[in-house]
Nanobody, 122 residues
Framework: QVQLVESGGGLVQAGGSLRLSCAATGRAYNQYAWFRRAPGKEREFVAA????????YYRDSVKGRFTITRENAKNTVYLQMNILKPEDTAVYFCAARPSFTDSHSEVGYDYWGQGTQVTVSS
């Protein structure tokens, strides 16, 4: 059993930065990811990282602006978000899966956090 708790969301102006944290309790899984759901839209993949940190994956629209990292000693995954844009406004969810994949699908992610709101004003 894994519990994921996100934190770090908030309101920021366009061009600003936020760092999201995902604290995991229970067993460690092989891959963690961040997804987001904007108002009126379906949930979409943002970034993923293997627990070793050897591989990371990003959606095209956040490449060069967002960085996903993990700190195994704290069982925590981070999402550093820079140069934020109004279109980044969404609820951000942390998720964990037992196997590796480079797919952006949410299928296979067994555990999800409750989400944290990120609002970027123009």
């Amino acid at each position: 059993q894994v519990q994921l708790v996100e934190s770090g969301g908030g309101l920021v102006q366009a061009g600003g930065s936020l760092r999201l944290s995902c604290a995991a309790t229970g067993r460690a899984y092989n891959q963690y990811a961040w997804f987001r759901r904007a108002p009126g839209k379906e949930r979409e993949f943002v970034a993923a990282i293997t627990w070793s940190g050897a591989r990371t994956y990003y959606r095209d629209s956040v490449k060069g602006r967002f960085t996903i990292t993990r700190e195994n000693a704290k069982n925590t995954v981070y999402l550093q978000m820079n140069i934020l844009k109004p279109e980044d406004t969404a609820v951000y969810f942390c998720a964990a899966r037992p196997s590796f994949t480079d797919s952006h699908s949410e299928v296979g992610y067994d555990y999800w956090g409750q989400g944290t709101q990120v609002t970027v004003s123009s």
